[in-house]
């Protein structure tokens, strides 16, 4: 009979404890992630690394049509400039190159996607026109984002665009050094090259 009174209490401590969590999940406030992403190795890191350790740790995980935490991809391209004023650009030239920037921001977007569903997180993705630095800066504005994520030494085209981020973004912002293994062989590439 005793036994039965401690393993009747064990249960309703644990059914309390699950009462509990549940009830914390729904007063928390619902997180809005932007996550940067170019074509470098390091931006994808940085992906990765927020799905591994934001999505598991804090149980933030984006349920598709629940209203709940978002995780926004975003992909900034420059707008095609001719440099110089020898060079001139037919509209059919401008066009076909815009073409070609746009299809390969959405296959980039679209591996990014894979990884989110390869890690059973839903992400909405967006691609920005413009210097990275600046309208990443206004879409965390814009769209009131909770924690701007992005790779160490990503975003190649301008090499400042995390110290950037890091002193105008109006929320917080994690920048994700690639590992030390990492660090190593791009050296040697280099040293290589």
Request: charge should be neutral.
């Amino acid at each position: 009979m005793e036994k039965d009174t401690i393993a009747g209490s064990g249960s309703a401590v644990l059914q309390a404890k699950e009462e509990e969590v549940t009830m914390i999940r729904k007063n928390k406030k619902k997180m809005k992630v932007m996550v940067a992403i170019d074509e470098s190795a390091e931006s994808f890191y940085a992906l990765k690394w927020a799905l591994d350790n934001l999505y598991v740790i804090t149980d933030i995980t984006p349920e598709a049509g629940s209203g709940s935490n978002v995780l926004t991809i975003v992909h900034a391209q420059q707008p095609f400039i001719p440099a110089g004023a020898a060079f001139y650009a037919t509209s059919t030239l401008v066009e076909n190159v815009k073409k070609a920037e746009e299809q390969s921001s959405a296959a980039l977007l679209s591996r990014a996607l894979q990884v989110c569903k390869e890690n059973m997180v839903n992400a909405q993705t967006l691609i920005l026109d413009g210097d990275a630095r600046d309208v990443i800066c206004q879409a965390v504005e814009q769209m009131h984002i909770d924690l701007l994520v992005v790779g160490s030494r990503g975003l190649g085209k301008v090499k400042s665009v995390s110290d950037y981020c890091a002193h105008h973004a109006v929320c917080p912002i994690l920048i994700v050094k690639p590992p030390k293994e990492h660090h190593k062989h791009k050296n040697f590439k280099d040293r290589v090259a």
